[in-house]
């Protein structure tokens, strides 16, 4: 029980994570990323890569995951930068797809849809495995309260209203005297590189990773965590991704209730519960359970009083 | 190298495959400027409705095709009415999201209906026509036929009907056309139905070639992004030109790359074309 728990609580860490390098580009800067199931698979593969074929520490392979993640980000920005978020919502979701393929196909590199099995996670083998699941949501929960400070930081800071006021109008923004290409590089490519450590986690949790496990189903998972949480707020990320894992873990209760429904019935009504409870939440609660505050000048320390209304 | 012409007849049958797809999501974004991803779960639709027509109450592919097109048009429109209109108001992007959980939603309800098992249409086995080494089979051939025809209804229908007019006023200033007294709401409402059965008809006809299950859209969905992008996003003859060029492109990768890589391919063409030309091929400048 102990162990499931703790499996269920690393699993929402994750979850989260994802969900905070959406909300950098998405939910501050209004860049759009339907590929972060191809960022998320890029980490756990490099990482994975790393640490079994290239027999480095688990650490370096976290890394390395991250920044492989994030470079590539960089570059599909750096790509589509003059581009308006509509293409951008195409391309992205092209881009994870395009991964996915990479990933079945270069069997040299990753062993095709077989996959990677044995890869190192902390201690694993030489604790119980509930003392490892145990350890792992310790670095987890160290991770997140990490990164969620760091962002805070970033997001109530000159950056972060940078940022959100690049997402509320762009000209605007230029027109301040913000580099908004500069900085909408830096937050997607950030972004990306939290998805990047996610998935670099994720592999070394899972010990196995497939390109089937990184299917473009996630990203509705992590848009209802974000959309629940309320875009643009760090806690409220970590909040809606714990709601989401609660519903999807709730949901295998169904067949509990509703016999004789098959296995791929089950799991239909699993998907279809979170596209429901995704539109729902975009149509009736589009800034989230906790809501963006809105900074006043007084708390940001302009000269002149003056109230931003949204 | 017989290769060549061969790969050349098969993207254009690929091609025109593409074409009808290509042209329901161009038309979707031309009239409410959102990329519509609900197109992957509507051509699988498509693909089971016809597929319900022809195995088990056995009709002819043909009213099977209409069944796709009608059945597509339909609930592509009550989704719209449903899920969909009321979100426009948050912007294109929050639209776009809400098209994917729709997407989601529409093909797990496929799959709690039909489970995940291959089905295969009705059709007589029938041998490949050859000429001059190069072999076409029938049912492509008139997957072929059957597709260009629908694109020649619908681009007369189009072109000098009121109705392509109204569409084409609704697109460009929506503010406009209903101060000239055009039903923007019925207008969308028919383009949409006319949008989604295209995409319905795209789906059964792929799946014709092959076998269908509830991801038949979802792989497809690459291409006819890439099909409407190079064409230019809005643009009409736009998406039926990018789907060749996709189409044909699909298939000559084929002497150099794996064919896993086939709908990479299409990637990569968006990736080209938005670098040296972002409006497309035949899209306009827009600000």
Known sequence: MISYLASIGVTIGIYAL????????WGLTGMINLGMAGFFALGAYASAIATTTGDMPIVIGVVLGCIFAGAAGLLLAAITLRLRGDYLAIITLGCSESIRLFMTNEIWLTRGPDGISNIPGPLRGEITPQDFNLLFLGIMIIVLIVVVILLRNLANGPYGRALRA??????????????VG????????????????????????????????????????????????????????????????????????????????????VAAVREISVGVLL???LRFRPKGLVPERTLRSAEVGLPHGGERTR | MELIPQLLVNGVLYGSLLALPAIGFTMIFAVLRFPNFAVASIATLGAFAGWVANVPMGLPILLAVVAAFVIAGIVGVLTDDLVL?????????????????????????????FGNDLRGYDLPIVRDWRFLDIRVGPQQFENL??????????FVFLRYGRFGKAMRAVADNPQLAALKGIPSGTVTRLAMFIAMGLVGVGGILQGLGTAIDPLTGFRFILSIFAAAVVGGLGSIPGAVLGAFVVGIGQELSLVVLDPTYKSAVGFLAILVVLIF????????KRQ
């Open chain 1, 18 to 25: 994802l969900a905070l390098g959406i909300n950098v580009a």
């Open chain 1, 166 to 179: 690049i997402r509320d109008d762009d000209v605007v923004a230029a027109v301040a005297g913000k580099p």
């Open chain 1, 182 to 265: 500069r900085l909408r590089l830096e937050a997607f490519a950030l972004g990306a590189g939290l998805l990047g450590l996610a998935g670099a986690l994720f592999g070394h949790y899972q010990s196995y990773i497939a390109p089937d496990m990184f299917l473009p189903l996630i990203t509705i998972y992590i848009f209802l965590a974000l959309t629940a949480g309320g875009p643009g707020n760090m806690l409220g990320a970590v909040l809606g991704a714990a709601l989401v894992v609660f519903v999807l873990e709730g949901t295998r209760f169904v067949h509990d209730l509703i016999p004789g429904l098959s296995i791929v019935q």
């Open chain 1, 279 to 281: 539109i729902l939440a």
């Open chain 2, 85 to 113: 209109r009321p979100m426009r108001p948050h912007g294109a992007l929050t639209t776009a999201i809400a098209s994917i959980a729709l997407t989601v939603v529409l093909e797990n309800i496929i799959r709690f209906g």
């Open chain 2, 145 to 154: 036929v059957l597709a260009c025809l629908i694109m020649v209804i619908l």
């Open chain 2, 277 to 284: 030309r972002p409006e497309g091929l035949l899209g306009e």
